[in-house]
């Protein structure tokens, strides 16, 4: 017997011949069936898998029934109870109008309902084009001729008017600081929100109505720091600029929508979500478990 | 015929002859796997017996992640292991005893080599086997009882895949020294 050519020097066909030959030695009888009877016994009690189901399933269908039960007494004591009190006090004469107006739409044959869907969207629709438009237009025009201003000197930035102002002491910093963030606060002057009472968030807007950059700023002790900035120019490149800051998802939209998430000192996320849309940014945020929203 | 794999999930669900087909198919190799390790009938079956209790036992847990024979040997492997740190002083007893057995019927078997025949190189061949050095062995049992690929022994014996392959290669130019007549 000679080893094969092509098998590989860390295994040995003749050898295996051989050792399969010399060794045949089993186990006794008796730990067979040893091993056996554990087996059955095994296979004879329930196992805790079905165990668990099947107490889960009577338990979880007996909980939906409860949940389900509960459900329909509330929808029945509040309609038979305090929705005509609500309609009473909240439909305005345009949206009775309208329940009025759509169930004349439901009783019109297919082809008049969808003449009257047509006509009801341009008569909708028109106004807001419109309004659209002449916004955008006169936006475009204003940052054309602020690009056009030569920039203001740091000492002559106007400060925003308490109205824009959400934050007391805000306005104070950001006096007491134009200088250092001079950069920042022309920017700031009208697209800011407070998230809370130290954070707030800004916005650049650029010609198109979008946001160039969003940044994230927290107010200290006589400044203004600036924690993170999203910027739009070179495909939604961020910066962040403080590790307590996070910057959670990005996503490319035909509008813009920004997230980040600021740490404070105890750790806990506080997300902040930034909606922007053309000519309008919607800062949407949470504190304390609250949602916030703020167009401007 | 069904994979290991598949057999040891039906009998996870209860089906009892779905374990007496794995048993029936893996109880030789694992049992002459813990012999060659051991070198004690008696207490090889013990450890094979515990072996498949283990198995048993976990039945419930096992995911077919791996192969299902890695498993198996993986358990046994472990259970030799926490054995033969259980039992140090008996294990180097039985092991100086069987390493001067080995030299007496190593020296004998090298006396008789001319005149082998097939009865006696069978008699060569566990002689041999039972003198290699303890991880050339196992590695080399693995192998043969488990037809364990060099990654699979690896993974049973927490070991590297190079390590084996250099043990499989020591024990076989070994035994191929050993058995020159016979093979």
Known sequence: MTQQNNTPDWQDDDLTKLYRHAHQEQPEAESDQAILNAAQKYC?????????????????????????????????????????KFEEEHFTSTAKSDVQELAEHKKAPAPQRRENLAATRQREEQPLLKEFSKEKRSFAKQRLHQNNTPEPMTSQLAAPSKSQVVSEGLADTYGMDRAVNNFYVQHLA???????????????????????WVGL?????????????????????????DKNVVIQEQLKHSDVRLSMDIYNSKKTALPVLILTLPNKITFRYYWNGRQFDKDE | MDSDETLMQAFARGDQKAFDMLYARHKGPVFRFILRHVREQELANELHQEVWFKLIRAAEAYEAKAKFTTYLYHIANNLLVDHGRRNTTHLQAVSDQYEEDDTVLASQLNDTLGQAIIEDCL?????????????????????????????????????????????????????????????
């Open chain 1, 44 to 84: 004879e009690k329930p196992s805790r898998k079905s165990l668990s189901t099947s107490w889960a399933v009577p338990l979880a269908t007996a909980a939906s029934l409860v949940l389900v039960a509960n459900l329909v007494w509330f929808n029945y004591d509040w309609q038979s109870k305090e929705l005509p």
């Open chain 1, 190 to 212: 009208n697209q800011y929100q407070v998230v809370d009472g130290r954070h707030f968030i800004s916005a650049d807007i650029n010609r198109d109505g979008l946001a160039d």
């Open chain 1, 217 to 241: 700023m927290m107010q200290k002790e006589g400044s203004i720091d600036l924690l993170a900035i999203i910027s739009q120019r070179q495909t939604h490149q961020y910066m962040v600029l």
């Open chain 2, 123 to 183: 008699a060569l061949m566990r002689a041999a086997v039972q003198a290699l050095p303890v991880v050339q062995r196992d590695a080399f049992v693995l192998q043969q009882e488990g037809g364990h690929s060099l990654e699979a022994i690896a993974d049973i014996t927490d070991s590297n895949r190079e390590t084996i392959k250099s043990r499989l290669r020591f024990a076989i130019k070994t035994l191929r020294e050993k058995l020159r007549d016979c093979l």
